[in-house]
């Protein structure tokens, strides 16, 4: 190996182990912030009030998954039981068109895509001295989800059909999202 590569080499090790320590994290993966004692984390079904139909059932689901795939705490439903109890209650949920389609045939324009924004209230309290380890009332998710066209001025029933099988999987998808950072929030203390 020539000089000049090793001290490069020499150089980048130097640099890569300096750096190797610095004390960042990817978010999701660093220590805990919660005290030691909270090992089980209880999490009774989300509030809804909106007029949402079960989505406090689908961010509850998806709350505890997170819980269970990503962190150390074992999860329970009976506030009773935990060392923790997370609660929460869903504000409010707004659905607006974010893109448009406009028909060449027709003067017709058609939303393809809408915007979910979602507002929650959430608090984790530690259930021996009711002490509030986390708390926000403006817990606010966005997400997005596309919707079929076929161009017709008045929806037929295919349209109908597609618009709530898609709305189904958009709301699952929008609760594994909040879940993510719902739980990052919590645990890392953001």
């Known amino acids: 190996m020539k000089p000049t590569a090793l001290w490069f080499f020499a150089g980048c090790l130097a640099l890569s182990s300096v750096a190797g320590g610095c004390g960042y994290h990817v978010a999701g993966h660093g220590p805990d912030a919660l005290p030691k004692t ?3 984390i209880a999490v009774p079904a989300l509030e809804n009030k909106t007029s949402t139909f079960k989505v406090e059932q689908k961010l509850t689901a998806a709350t505890i998954h997170e819980f269970l795939a990503k962190t150390r705490y074992k999860v329970v439903s009976d506030p ?3 060392d923790a109890v997370l609660t ?3 504000l409010s949920i707004e659905i607006v068109p974010l893109l448009f389609q406009s028909s060449t045939t027709t003067s017709v324009v058609q939303a393809t895509a809408m915007m979910i924004t979602m507002k929650c209230e959430v608090t984790l309290t530690e259930r021996d001295n009711d002490k509030i380890l986390y ?5 606010v998710f ?3 989800y596309e919707i079929g066209s076929t161009g017709s001025t008045t929806p037929t029933q295919g349209q109908v059909e597609t618009f709530f099988q898609e709305v189904e999987p958009a709301l699952d998808r929008m609760a594994q999202d909040f879940a993510t950072r719902l739980v990052a929030a919590v645990t890392e203390n953001y």
């Open 38 to 40: 909270i090992q089980v």
């Open 80 to 82: 009773n039981a935990g």
């Open 142 to 144: 966005r997400n997005e």
């Open 135 to 139: 708390h926000t009332d403006n817990f």
């Open 88 to 90: 929460g209650k869903v």
